[in-house]
T-cell receptor
């Protein structure tokens, strides 16, 4: 089945620093999604990307859908303590036998030191 | 909207006991997913339903695990008998397709500890 390789596995940064994480796949996706999981809660959608090459921003977050449709990255600028959590990438392939599900990466655990 | 509701939030049981986890999806969503999250294995999809019908249960670990969705507003995940290695956080999520994306809304999770 499809697998996503998400890196880095964890990051320890100082408040105010920028963060970059990425996901790669051996196969293409129609949609890339980035979720954030706060401690003790379920993941919540941050950004969705629909077209190859698309660059989308949401506040301090910027995400891109790779031209090859096999990768995506997420940047967080000027990190703050509440950015702490686990960030998951996920890919969707609409016209497939398993069209309803998302394939999730293993997550990037972010720690921000004040 | 109340969001996805899961119960119980925490469950502690002894090895060999039956465990039933419950989920109420968001009204109007036609997909329901059960995930398991551990430090070692990350977020694993166990099974998902579309319109109350199981579509893919290839992630269910073994016959001790079973899931049902008797109607659009309720699903259960049952483990019988439970084992210590089943200890994890179990998430339920629901979703529906917009034109081009199927955003999953996750519940708060059930933290299961099997002693």
């Amino acid at each position: 089945g499809q697998q996503l390789n998400q890196s880095p596995q964890s990051m320890f940064i100082q408040e105010g620093e920028d963060v970059s994480m990425n996901c790669t796949s051996s196969s293409i996706f129609n949609t890339w999604l980035w979720y954030k999981q706060d401690p003790g809660e379920g993941p919540v959608l941050l950004i969705a990307l629909y077209k190859a090459g698309e660059l989308t921003s949401n506040g301090r977050l910027t995400a891109q859908f790779g031209i090859t449709r096999k990768d995506s990255f997420l940047n967080i600028s000027a990190s703050i303590p509440s950015d702490v959590g686990i960030y998951f990438c996920a890919g969707q392939l609409k016209h497939s036998t398993n069209a309803g599900k998302s394939t999730f990466g293993d997550g990037t655990t972010l720690t921000v030191k004040p | 909207d109340a969001g996805v509701i899961q119960s119980p939030r925490h469950e502690v049981t002894e090895m060999g006991q039956e465990v039933t986890l419950r989920c109420k999806p968001i009204s109007g969503h036609d997909y329901l997913f059960w995930y398991r999250q551990t430090m070692m294995r990350g977020l694993e999809l166990l099974i998902y339903f579309n319109n109350n019908v199981p579509i893919d249960d290839s992630g269910m670990p073994e016959d001790r695990f079973s899931a049902k969705m008797p109607n659009a507003s309720f699903s259960t995940l049952k483990i019988q008998p439970s084992e210590p290695r089943d200890s994890a956080v179990y998430f339920c999520a629901s979703s529906f397709w917009t034109l081009i994306v199927n955003e999953q809304f996750f519940g708060p999770g059930t933290r299961l500890t099997v002693l």
